[in-house]
């Protein structure tokens, strides 16, 4: 007992070390032959001393001498135990050269690796399976129970034709929110072929089982991007603990901003950021927060100007961009700093229309799709119909630098508020 708890410690601390998998051709007799020839050294121990006719008890007597007696020169209980383990270590390896044979003449799919490799693996066997076969190192934190979802893969080719997850499979990728494409490799049994990409390093410890690399899946948001005007102009005239200090102060009011307004903080580029609406709730609720952030944002600015009037030679002004559209969204970035943020055309599109703030010489400009979504009636803002770079389709905008006008026009209605008052 001792003994396989050990190897299961050390299993467990070596799974993922460079080699291991290369070398288990032969940690694995050893392992076998180790307790099996322990215990047939104790074995042979007791047949000896059952031959001399002394009890077993006596040979720990410490003032017992013990007496060897010649034996006949026959196979012994430990040789014929240790020719019985060789015979079964060598059968053992022998069907596994006959299952590679059978496997590739019988029924078998082929999985297509995303570093180029293909590896051939009986039906049945499962994708986490047919990986350590192919000596492809793969994350399994868990061991292939489906408790850490370390193991999960991208399949981009062949997922109609998997067979549907199980109980405990659904349960684990419902439990970190995975995208249909998304298998477990531990559960995961194909009948034919597939193309997969693992989505966490194969060093991938317990601690980093969301981190690292890029996951995600496509959804709908509202992106706004949110740009402090004459930024180079600051650092020109300003000492850079100065300009730092009221980097500092821009940021704190914006993030204040997003918190009010239930936004999420996902990107940061010097002076500037992105944020994303909408990860609950619908479009239009999306929509209408990302409009009460911008005019939340204006408000902040005011008041940190109003603070740091005598630090500046004129006002801090902001460009906000906003759209909405679907986006790539999930944890992304280097292992060690993952950041939940978005990828997509939504969210270059979003940072289009912010440039934009500086051709129609306004604060806000949202895509004509956010602002209907948001239920709101614009018509008193004046409406573009511009191509983006990068865009060739025309996009219809509204530029908006009457702040206060938004913001009378996303206050609710007396009615909405007794409602909202006795709910």
Known sequence: IVWAHMLVGLHYWLRLRRGYRQALGVLYPLALLVPLLAILGFARIGAELQAAGQPAADYYSMDYPLAYTEQPATFSLGDIGL??????????????????????????????????????????????????????????????????????????????????????????????????????ACQTRPLRDLQIAPLLAADTLPGDRRKGGM??????????????????????????YDVLFILNQFFAEMASALQKTD???????????????????????????????????????QKLNNTLAGELEQPLRIGIGIHYGSAIVGSMGPPESPIV????????????????????????????????????????????????????????????????????LLEPSPLAQRKRGTE
């Open 263 to 301: 936004g999420h903080y996902a990107q940061f580029n010097g002076d500037g950021l992105l944020a994303l609406y909408g990860l609950r709730g619908g479009s239009k609720r999306a929509c209408l927060a990302a409009l009460s952030g911008a005019v939340t944002m204006h408000r902040h600015l």
């Open 83 to 184: 020719l019985v383990t060789l015979g079964l270590i060598g059968a053992t390896l022998s069907a596994r050269q006959i299952r590679a044979v059978v496997k590739r003449k019988g029924n078998s799919y082929r999985l297509h690796h995303a570093n180029g490799q293909t590896l051939v693996a009986l039906q049945g066997r499962s994708i986490l399976e047919a990986l350590r076969m192919g000596r492809i190192a793969h994350a399994s934190v868990c061991g292939g129970r489906a408790r850490c979802t370390t193991c999960r893969v991208r399949v981009s080719e062949g997922l109609e034709l998997l067979p549907p997850p199980n109980d405990l499979e659904r349960a684990a990728l419902l439990r970190i929110a995975a995208a249909p494409n998304v298998r477990l």
């Open 341 to 408: 943020s978005a990828i997509g055309d939504t969210i270059n599109l979003a940072a289009r229309l912010e440039a934009l703030t500086k051709d129609y010489a306004c604060t806000l400009v949202a895509s004509a799709d956010a602002v209907q979504r948001a239920g709101i009636d614009a018509t008193r803002f004046a409406l573009h119909s511009v191509q983006v770079r990068g865009k060739q389709e025309i996009v219809e905008v509204y530029a908006i630098d009457d702040i206060d006008a938004l913001a009378k």
């Open 215 to 240: 996951q995600g899946r496509e959804r709908s948001v509202t992106a706004l991007f949110v740009d402090l005007r004459g930024s180079t102009r600051l650092g020109e005239t300003k000492l850079p």
